[in-house]
């Protein structure tokens, strides 16, 4: 590996906010929107802090898709990119649609099933990150209607919550 060698990403989670990406990987420079075939979007993973994150889960039904964005980032970054995701997601490489429908091989990270839990909700600062990320790459709405706005908790650690939206520039507009 030199350390100009680079390996595409596909984020479609708390990622896809480029400005919380970067913070976990400086290199990460954005490629265009893709989709991921045959997976649909799930808030299902917990988390370490028992909330629930996003997870990109096979189905393999065509009607099926997660959206989201491919990042260039550098061989250097990927382990912070593997420390970030912990070890509750696998690192895999799947094909990826781009907006020229141009298929690409790009690594991404997929929820281990020992933790998959249905009952879980988001804390409202992980979902803002979705959100906010969505919206920054211009997913389409319906997709962010159905699949990203949904309904999430208060993060009982108030630090925690103010760390994760330091990240941004501004604050993030509750609704």
């Known amino acids: 590996m ?24 400086p290199s990460a420079h954005c490629l265009g929107r893709a989709v991921l075939p045959g997976h649909r979007l799930a808030y299902h993973k917990q988390g370490a802090d ?19 964005v491919v990042f260039e980032i550098a061989a250097a970054d990927l382990p912070n990119l593997d420390a970030a995701e912990g070890p509750r997601y696998e690192r895999v490489e799947l094909a990826v649609t781009g907006e020229d429908g141009r298929s690409r091989t790009a690594l991404t990270y997929r929820a281990l099933p020992a933790y998959i839990d249905d009952r879980l909700t988001p804390y409202c600062w992980y979902r803002d990150h979705v959100l906010r990320g969505a919206r920054e790459h211009g997913l389409p709405e319906g997709y962010i209607a159905e699949r990203i706005e949904v309904a999430c908790a208060e993060d009982p650690d108030p630090e925690r919550c103010r760390q994760e939206r330091a990240v941004h520039a501004e604050p993030v507009p509750v609704r």
Request: glycine share 10%; hydrophobic share 35%; charged share 20%.
């Open 50 to 68: 028992g909330s629930a994150k996003c997870d990109a889960c096979y189905t393999g039904l065509a009607a099926d898709e997660v959206h989201g």
């Open 2 to 25: 030199t350390h100009d060698e680079t390996y595409c990403y596909f984020a479609y989670g708390s990622n896809l906010a480029t400005a919380r990406l970067q913070a976990r990987v």
